[in-house]
């Protein structure tokens, strides 16, 4: 699935991922491939990431902590996340 991960100030992340996990408002949850569309909000916490492989901006990348090759994560203040069609879109503050 594709994961685009945008901020007010650009674009973070946008690239092909196994799982995505994030803080929602009533707990933590994980989206996978093929996932039901769902829109959520979200709160302060952690952002995990899974893909086999991560090709970050040079300007972004120092928002990212390396987990281990294939999971990094970010942290956000709140936001919202849309999966629709195998496309995750997290508008993060």
């Known amino acids: ?10 674009t973070l992340f ?5 799982s995505v ?9 994980q989206i996978l491939n093929n996932h039901a569309p769902i829109v959520s909000i979200l709160k302060q916490g952690t952002v995990q990431i899974a893909a ?3 090709k970050f901006e040079k300007d972004v990348v120092e928002k990212f902590t390396k ?9 956000i203040n709140s ?7 195998n496309k995750v879109i997290v508008l993060a503050d």
């Open 1 to 10: 699935m594709i994961l685009e991960i945008v901020s007010p100030e650009a």
């Open 14 to 18: 946008k690239g092909e991922v196994t």
């Open 21 to 29: 996990s994030l803080p929602g408002v009533d707990g933590s949850f």
């Open 52 to 54: 086999t492989s991560f």
């Open 67 to 75: 987990v281990n090759d294939q999971n990094y994560t970010l942290q």
């Open 79 to 85: 936001g919202t996340i849309e999966m629709k069609d």
